[in-house]
């Protein structure tokens, strides 16, 4: 596995120039676009990492992984009245299905679905108090106390982040938010700054591979059949309108963020986390994509066939 990945790391280096680093969050555009990292935990306690593995990263939307998570703790299905399930098939800052379907979004990883998950977190507490139990809960889940958001990269795009206020006010005007749109897009923005390594990321995505449980800590983090449905969310949506193309070409459940970093799952086996800033044509990471691909295919991860 450790000289797998050291080989895709090598032929693929080449390649980082090909993406286009995120500049729509300005403090993002400061990348150095030749950063690339690889790493893989197994559920029975392995670890390989190749390259930048242990740099941290604006995690961006793979935060929604957790968000997610959090928020089917807390109100279970009822959250699927406010948020669809369904891969939503436009960019993932689009505004145009809500208008269609009455402010309620696709799915949760979507930028709307994820300020909805985001009110939920809320639930009437001040914005630093459910921030703090999203970092809480991600450093429980590394098993990494050193996890931090990365205020610049949250004051930035607090500053420039005028898309995601105009869905959040659309939403709150068909009565899906529940809370301030400040106070909402607070939460949103600083989870979506928490800054990780792919090592630290891949060991956060481990309790998916394990069927709920953290085989680091032996804690069951959700039930098996809610491992399940996060693992089938993030193949159906964790790349927007690129999630038919990464589920053909990689086969396995994943979450990619415009910071360039993708978690994925190979249930029963490992989680792996890559960085490589440049962004295809959908925001996803191109290389990381590439490098997911090369590994699923030599490794012989699908979860379309064992
Ligand atoms: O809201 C945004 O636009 C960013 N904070 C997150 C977007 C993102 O990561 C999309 N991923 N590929």
Known sequence: MQALIDK???????????????????????????????????????????????????IQSVSKMFTLTLALGKVGDALWQRVGREPS????????????????????????GAIVVSDVLLAGHQPR???????????????????????????????????????????????????AVEMVLGVYFHHCAIAMSCRQLARSGLFLANNGINPLSGFRVVQNERARRINALMLTCGHYDGSGDFAFRVGIPAKSGVGGGILAVVPGLASVAVWSPGLNAHGNSHVGSLALEALAREAGWSVFSR
């Not at 935990?41 to 990492?49: L, N, P």
């Not at 960019?91 to 799915?107: D, W, Y």
């Not at 996890?147 to 959040?168: M, P, Y």
């Open 8 to 58: 895709i790391h090598d032929t693929l280096r080449a390649r980082t120039s090909e993406g286009r680093v995120a500049d729509y969050i300005p403090e993002l555009a400061k990348i150095d676009p030749a950063k690339f990292g690889i790493a893989i935990e197994t559920v029975d306690g392995r670890s390989y990492a190749s390259g930048d593995a242990d740099e941290a990263f604006s």
């Open 89 to 112: 098939g436009t960019a993932f800052n689009s505004i145009v299905q809500l208008e269609h379907e009455q402010g309620i979004p696709r799915n949760p990883f979507i930028n709307a």
């Open 129 to 179: 108090e459910a921030i703090g139990e999203i970092l809480r809960f991600v450093r429980f889940l590394a098993e990494d106390e050193g996890i931090v958001i990365d205020s610049k990269v949250a004051r930035s795009e607090t500053a420039t982040g005028f898309r995601n206020a105009a869905l959040a006010n659309y939403m709150r005007a068909f009565g899906n938010l529940h809370h």
